[in-house]
């Protein structure tokens, strides 16, 4: 008999993904197509990446155009996409100066610390912060930045001069931070940890001591930013003012990209050949990357991510008026939003996914909504009416 194409995956991949039951056909908007004929409503994204839904026309005629023209030609050349982009993301990054563009999140995070690093160098700086429940991605830089047990185990030992401060907690941060910090990297809403927000006090105090200190602030804006809050980067609702910021995700348009940014303080840190990349930058990547930044930003689609984040967090907090057993508390900004439950959520999930709704669940309880930008109320109002349905039913058991 043949084998399935899950028996198939099974015996070829390292068993590092958890596949969904499913086998996808195509996508379109916010909907996505099985091949056995189910229509499911996505509310997971791509985990964040998909801002503009599948196979938005902005997007496809800018792949399409690109890459008759050139797929890749390496670094060596200037390339007029890489170029346009840059202009359009410095231009939405008050602040920053200079960008080098990577092929993924984790990649940009490395260059962060790259960068952090030489400058360091200079400024007799070594210590990296992150803080705890933290995720900035899994190649040994970064890793040595996340803290959870669950991406760390087994992959010791780590890059020196690295820490952690309790997320949100000020005295904490006081006592760690010294003239010996060389730089301190957050989510302002940290994705895989449960959409926890970064309070304006933690914010502040981590200004005021960089004022003391000197040390850098690299803000993580991998899931959160490109105007998936409602405003381009969740650091914004902070004033934060970074000196690195790192993104991924949205911005390729569903191709890997990504990049970190410099203000005036490490634009000048990297010299000629000081770092690079292969495939970092690609054009046909940049040329979707534009496409994203015309619809985010000159389109207002990020105020559009906001006010149905506004939406989906009214009725999610509707929810737990409902159901204050089962619903601990509900948080997020825009288009990232989390329900924290006092128990388990994959099975609410799994609930979800039978019944048309694609979402995730992270850090055990929490269920995350991570939407495309063009997600509409009638959407929200489906799921939230299957939601009520899943807890009815379960707080009767509880
Ligand atoms: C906040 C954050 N940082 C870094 C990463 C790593 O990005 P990538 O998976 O593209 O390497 C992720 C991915 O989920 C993320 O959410």
């Not at 170029?83 to 939405?92: F, G, N, P, Q, S």
């Not at 003391?212 to 490109?226: A, C, K, M």
């Not at 709704?357 to 991570?370: A, D, E, M």
Request: proline residues 3%.
């Amino acid at each position: 008999m043949n084998k399935t194409i899950f028996q198939r995956e099974d015996e070829l991949f390292f068993h590092t993904y958890r596949r969904l039951p499913l086998e996808l056909d195509y996508g379109e908007g916010v909907y996505l197509y099985t091949k056995d004929g189910r229509r499911l409503v996505d509310f997971f994204g791509g985990l964040a990446v998909n801002a503009l839904g599948y196979c938005h026309p902005k997007i496809v005629r800018a792949i399409e155009k690109q890459i008759r023209r050139y797929n890749h030609v390496s670094n060596y050349f200037i390339q007029d996409t890489q170029v346009e982009l840059a202009e359009r993301i410095l231009c939405a990054s008050q602040g920053m100066k200079k960008i080098f563009f990577t092929n993924s999140g984790t990649e940009a995070v490395e260059g962060a610390i790259k960068l952090a690093r030489k400058w360091g160098k200079e400024n007799n700086k070594v210590d990296l912060f992150c803080l705890t429940n933290s995720f900035h991605g899994r190649t040994m830089g970064a890793l040595s930045l996340t803290e959870r047990p669950k991406y760390r185990d087994g992959f010791d030992p780590f890059l020196p001069n690295t820490g952690y401060i309790t997320f949100n907690c000020v005295p904490d941060l006081l006592s760690k931070v010294t003239e010996r910090t060389l730089g301190v990297i957050l989510e302002c809403i940290q994705g895989e940890g449960g959409i926890n927000i970064v309070s304006q006090e933690f914010a502040r105090a981590l200004k005021e001591l960089r004022e003391r200190y000197g040390f850098l602030i690299i803000v993580d804006e991998i899931q959160s930013g490109i105007g998936r809050t409602g405003k381009f980067y969740s650091y914004e609702y902070l004033e934060l003012e970074p000196d690195i910021v790192v993104i991924a995700k949205a911005i390729g348009g569903g191709l890997p990209l990504g990049a970190l940014l410099g203000n005036d303080r490490v634009a000048e840190c990297f010299a000629y050949g000081a770092h690079g990349t292969t495939f970092g930058g690609n054009p046909v990547a940049c040329a979707a990357g534009c496409a994203v930044m015309e619809e985010v930003v000159d389109n207002k689609l990020m105020e559009q991510a906001g006010a149905i984040g506004l939406y989906i967090l009214t009725c999610a907090s509707e929810l737990k008026e409902k159901f204050p057993t089962l619903i601990k508390e509900v948080r997020g900004r825009g288009c990232m939003i989390g329900i924290d439950l006092t128990i388990e959520g994959q099975s609410i999930v799994d609930t979800l996914l039978e019944r048309g709704f694609l979402v995730n669940c992270t850090n055990t309880t929490v269920i995350r909504f991570l939407p495309p930008y063009i997600i509409e109320k009638e959407h929200c109002d489906a799921l939230f009416t299957e939601l009520n349905d899943i807890l009815r039913a379960k707080a009767e058991w509880h």
